[in-house]
């Protein structure tokens, strides 16, 4: 649905993201971004939940950054906000830097990644500005809403430059072999699946 005065022709929501590769990224350290994972479900409301095994590691020779990776994509708001809650809530918990970042199957190459990162210029902290589809949106966590942008307002290099991504190292190239990085663990949590809900 398109909202008044937004560019037609962009991705509907919510997103497809059948197929893809889902990870949240952030710069600190594994057991930081477990504890932070465990504690997520006590700040969210689940209508229909089911287990999320996730998986995570630590980049080789890159400690300073933990993968969490989905093992489906969850609800659209769950994407960001869990993302955004790796920040964590006092100082020296969680890290500066999280992303979400959506790796396309090969059938679907052509769409290119989905990615998204806090909005840092909004003093409030519930805002995600991303790119998927080649259309920029924003997405506020209160009331869950998403605006359109534009097309190619925020290129993909803008989401890996500025904001310590660039000098802290992180490289999309990681997420690509994923399975080639050693030391996954598992840590399941209870959330909402998105499919069980489409069921109601």
């Known amino acids: 649905m398109n909202m ?33 994972l465990r504690e997520y479900p006590d700040i969210c409301a689940k209508e229909c939940p089911s287990p999320f095994p996730f998986q995570i590691a630590s980049l080789p020779g890159q400690e300073k950054w933990t993968l969490l990776r989905w093992p489906r994509p969850g609800t659209f708001y769950d994407l960001m906000n869990l993302t955004m809650w790796l920040m964590g809530y006092r100082a020296g918990l969680g ?26 210029d909004n003093p409030f902290g519930d805002e995600m500005v991303g790119y998927w589809q080649g259309w920029s949106f924003d997405y506020t966590m209160p009331g869950e809403k998403l605006r359109w ?44 699946d998105p499919s069980v809900l489409k069921g109601n």
């Not at 197929?19 to 504890?35: D, H, K, L, M, R």
């Not at 790796?103 to 998204?116: H, Q």
């Not at 290099?157 to 660039?166: D, L």
């Open 4 to 36: 008044p005065n937004e560019p037609a022709g962009h991705p509907e929501l919510p997103f497809d993201l059948t197929g893809y590769t889902c990870f949240s990224v952030v710069n600190c350290p594994i057991e930081q971004a477990i504890q932070l």
């Open 95 to 120: 890290g500066e830097n999280p992303m979400f970042i959506a790796l396309p199957p090969t059938n679907r190459a052509a769409e290119g990644p989905m990615i998204a990162r806090p909005e840092y």
């Open 149 to 192: 942008i534009g097309k190619d307002v925020f290129p993909q290099e803008y989401f890996f430059q500025g904001r310590g991504y660039s000098s802290t190292g992180f490289q999309l190239e990681w997420l690509e072999n994923w399975k080639r990085i050693p030391g996954w663990t598992e840590c399941s949590i209870q959330m909402e």
